[in-house]
């Protein structure tokens, strides 16, 4: 059975402009995580039917060469939210390993194509130990 670690919401306005980032969010090791060997599902609902979601998925790693910084973990891209078959597709799952490895994740939602003047939305994460 998994267990769900976080929930995140990434929203854009109306009209905003190609690879606009809302503000990061960033997630705690989990108390019983040391050193990760473990699977996490992460799921992407993504609203939009003008954009894809680009997620990155970044280990926090403090004091690296004098500094804190943003180690790329894994990159996520979530189509627009299409039809096919008569069936809603707006969510993905991804099996991503190695997540809270020690340290804690950034994440960073960006959009791939400019946001329509009606085209506000928002883009769900959770993700889970499997």
Known sequence: ???????????WANSAPIDTIPAPADIAVPGDI???????????????????????????????GGADREALLDELVVSAKATAHGRIIDTYAYV?????????????ASNDVAVGAAGAFSANVRIERL
């Open 1 to 11: 059975m998994s267990k769900k670690i976080a929930d995140v919401q990434f929203s």
């Open 34 to 64: 040391v050193m990760s060997i473990d699977r996490f599902l992460v799921i992407v609902n993504n609203n939009s039917t003008e954009t894809a979601v680009r997620l990155r998925l970044f280990a926090i790693e403090t004091g690296l």
């Open 96 to 108: 991503v390993t190695g997540l809270f490895n020690g340290v804690d994740i950034r994440l960073v």
